[in-house]
C-alpha cells in the first residue's frame, strides 16, 4: 500500500503559510541607488558583457598613457641634467600622485585630459590607490608575450589589457 505525502499549502512554503498580499520584499530599506544593478548601471549582465558605460577606445588609452608619460617624463628630464638620482625621485613622485589620483577619482590627468576612467569591472566604482597602484606593476604582465597585452583592447569584447582583466578593471568614457 503507497501512500503519497500531502500537497503543501498554497502560496507559501510547508509551515509558512502564503505571505501576505502586501508583501514587499524590500519594505523598509532605502532605496537603490539610480541605476544600481539595472542594465546600463555600471553592472555586467552577464559574464564577459559590460553593461555599464561605453568603453574607451584604444587610442584613446594610448593617448592618455603618453600625456601621463610625459607629465612624469619631461620634469624628470630637466631635473636629470643636474642630478641622475634626484632624476628618479622626481619622476616616481609624480608617477606616485597620478595613480594616486587616478584611483580615488578614476582618471589620471592623461586620462582627464582624454575623458576615459578607469572603474571596477564589477560595480562602476573607482578602483582606488592601492589597486590602481597594483594594476601599473600588473601591466608588466602585458609586455611579456611581445606586447600583446597592451594590444589586446583592440579586439577584447570589454577592451581590457591583461591587467585588466587579471583585476577585474575596464576603462569607459566619462
Known sequence: ??????????????????PPPSYDPNAGYPPAPPGYGAPGGGMPSAPGVWAGPPLASWGQRLVAIIIDGLIAGIPGAIV??????????VQIAILGYLLYIQGTTGQSIGKKVMSIKLLREADG??????????????????????????????????????????????????
Open 80 to 89: 636629470g641634467a643636474a642630478s641622475k638620482p634626484l632624476a628618479y625621485l
Open 125 to 174: 566604482q573607482v578602483v582606488g590607490p592601492g589597486l590602481s597602484i597594483g594594476r601599473y606593476f600588473v601591466h608588466f604582465l602585458d609586455a611579456i608575450p611581445c606586447f600583446v597585452g597592451y594590444l589586446w583592447p583592440l579586439w577584447d569584447a570589454k577592451k581590457q589589457t591583461f591587467a585588466d582583466k587579471i583585476l577585474h578593471t575596464v576603462v569607459v568614457k566619462a
Open 1 to 18: 500500500m503507497t501512500t503519497t505525502p500531502p500537497e503543501p499549502p498554497q502560496g507559501g512554503a510547508p509551515g509558512y503559510g502564503a
